[in-house]
């Protein structure tokens, strides 16, 4: 009888009291639900239903994440209190339950100068496995140079960065998904399309832009299965010659990248996923609370509640092995290490 299966979720969202008010007092709209939303109750619950949710699922461990767009949308100098106060309420939320919860570090990348120091005080002082970040920071690519210091922080401390998508920009918006009858335009530009796009291009953006040249060990972790490029690899290929990369194009994801479903529950995406990067560069995620319980109009494969989640992988077309590495192996081997300087957290 095969041991049973270990689940650590990647990309599990939380909100918080001080992200809340930065958001409100800067006119961020993070998402489109009322405050009394089942969604919006789930974001701000890291208790009880929080850890009931998750025996609903199946899964063994949340590593906790700010919802889109974090702080990246934020002045500098908000950017950087919020993230610091941020990180230290999730880090006390982990240390009240570490069997249950992880954390990605919050980056204030509004300011580049201290987004670097916070990726190093969060993982060297308070444990954290990696961060999480969203793409673009206002108007400005991921692959900035300015931002290169924080990737170089984070490639030697040996930690992922997690990229997840956020609403394309404006202009963008109104000239793609503007004019369309019966309120798709919006659910297009974010959740249905757009969110994926915006960030693929970010991908692309960081390896032609030589970032991944510069920084060869620098780990990301895509969600969505790819944010769509895994389906076009071969075809943005032939682009090779012409950005004068040091690898082949596939290389970048099959050394840099890691992938997760976030809570799709497809085999298509699941075996393409296999086939272009290996199972072990797979991850798992569930993208809760947006997947959690039946949509409107019902979409079985964005649903990981009622142990979805664990019957996907379970069901998986894989070795036990493979299952194993998916579900919590290939996350603990990337993050197994402790940076020497660590020590735990202790709540002020």
Known sequence: ???????????????????????????????????????????????????????DQGLDVAVLSLATPGVQNLAAADAVSVARE????????????????QALAVIPT???EHAAVELERAVTHLGFRGAMLYGRTGDKPADSPEFDDLYGIAEKLRVPLHFHPQTPPWAVHEAYYSGLPNGVGPALATAG??????????????????????????????????EVVLFYLDHIGILQGMAKLERPLADYFRQNFWVAGSGTVSERYLRWT??????????????????????????PFLDTSNGAARTFLEQAPFTDEEKAAIGSGNWNRLTGHIPTNHRPHQPA
């Open 1 to 55: 009888m095969p041991e049973r299966l270990r689940i650590v979720g990647l990309e599990e969202h939380v909100v918080l009291p001080v992200v809340l008010d930065a958001w409100s007092r800067a006119g961020v709209s993070p998402h489109g639900y009322g405050d009394d939303h089942p969604v919006t109750r789930r974001l701000r619950d890291v208790g009880d239903q929080r850890l009931a949710d998750m025996d």
């Open 86 to 101: 941020a990180n230290d309420a999730l880090a006390e939320i982990v240390d009240t339950n570490p069997d249950r919860f």
């Open 110 to 112: 509004p300011s580049p």
């Open 193 to 226: 399309l757009g969110w994926y796009y915006d960030l693929g291009v970010q991908y692309l953006r960081m390896i032609f832009s030589g970032v991944f040249d510069r920084h060869p060990e620098l780990q990301v972790i895509a969600g969505h299965w790819g």
């Open 274 to 299: 296999a086939e272009v990067v290996g199972t072990d560069r797979m991850l798992y995620s569930t993208d809760y609370p947006y997947t959690f319980g039946t949509r409107p109009g019902g979409f």
